[in-house]
């Protein structure tokens, strides 16, 4: 590749980090390792971080606080890993901004295949649906497609590149209703193979950034038992 693209790896288990960097660095990507999430953060703002993959159990600061921080100035894909394997411990990991979990121990070929899923969508901006026109406009709300910017009334709003994906996939389609099954297979460009609360949580959480009233949506709208939508 022409220029390589930037990974943070933070895990205070080194022979992890160390695992993650070899497979990682092979496929041509540059490698910046931490053991702990204050030097982590330090070289988030040093370098040119594409991709974050955190651990959550760190001493001092954990991985959902270091999410937490990395969100309140940047956007870039985010992939959790974790010994612990509940659905309330991904659904925790998934509501402070990750974009992915993985449980300990994993695959590192699938690791390796999320973090070009993850890239794809964050370099390319392509939700599987591509409008038009650059700039897409509902209600108060303003995407443009190519700057990968949105604004609600008038005011800038940070997405994450899923965030952003699921809001241009529906925005593109006003009035067309969308199930889970559909926004998962068009946003992460992979089949749903079982019932999970992926969707769910990210649609909470981009309510939460581009409604007035996140309890209350009026851009956003459910269809008990069928889906999302979003009207023109």
Known sequence: MAEQIEILVVDDDKEIANLVEIYLSSTGYKIHKAYNAVDGLALLQKYDIK?????VMMPQIDGIEMCRRIRTCRNIPIIILSAKSADVDKILGLSVGADDYMIKPF???????????QLRRYLELNPGVVPDSNMIEVQDVVIDTK?????VDGRDVVLTPIEF??????????????????????????????ANNTVMVHMRRLREKVEKNPRSPQLIKTVWGVGYKIEG
Not at 51 to 55: E, F, G, H, M, V
Not at 147 to 151: E, L, S
């Open 107 to 117: 695959n590192p070929m699938e690791l390796l295949a999320r973090v070009k899923s």
């Open 147 to 151: 700057k990968h910017r949105v604004t």
């Open 51 to 55: 991709l974050a993959i955190i651990d």
């Open 165 to 194: 994906n699921i809001l241009q996939l529906l925005a593109s389609h006003p009035g067309r209703v969308f199930s889970t099954d559909e926004i998962y297979e068009n946003v992460w460009n992979e089949k749903l193979y079982e």
